[in-house]
């Protein structure tokens, strides 16, 4: 897919790689942090194993966040549906010491040239903001 790549910043987040990835796997664990999700944005959340279903602001229908490809202890990849162009997401991670995990998400999107002029910047933010987030959840707490 050709399209716009955009990359969050580098994130730490303090826990060992394996259990990041064995939380950020199952979708099932974003129940569990709802609360940091903004609520202004984003409505009608629905979540599996494997998906998530949202209603963002200025969207008229749900789109789905749908694992496709996974590398264990490094990569996960998503697809998105339900959007009138294509667009992947995917979040890296790296281990740099025991219990030290960098993480960075990308997003690739096939945007027209007028579209990516209104949005390079919201969608740069919200790339951000998604890899901050990610950083919040209380990975030594899950098991």
Not at 18 to 34: A, F, T
Not at 104 to 111: E, F, Q, R, S, W
Request: aromatic share 6%; charged share 25%.
């Amino acid at each position: 897919m050709e399209g716009q790549k955009y990359e969050s910043s580098v994130e730490a987040i303090s826990a060992p790689i394996v259990q990041v990835y064995r939380v950020l796997s199952n979708l099932k664990n974003l129940e569990r942090v709802r609360h940091l999700i903004p609520q202004d944005k984003i409505q009608e959340l629905d979540i599996s194993s494997d998906a998530v279903y949202l209603k963002v602001d200025g969207l008229g229908q749900k789109i789905v966040f749908r694992i496709v490809d996974q590398i264990e202890n490094d990569t996960i990849k998503f697809g998105v549906d339900n959007l009138p162009l294509q667009m992947n997401l995917w979040i890296q991670l790296k281990s740099v010491a025991p219990c030290d995990t960098r993480i960075k998400v990308t997003l690739k999107a096939d945007l027209p040239m007028m579209f990516r002029m209104m949005l390079d910047k919201k969608i740069q933010k919200g790339i951000d903001d998604a890899a901050v987030m990610l950083t919040q959840f209380p990975y030594s707490q899950w098991q």
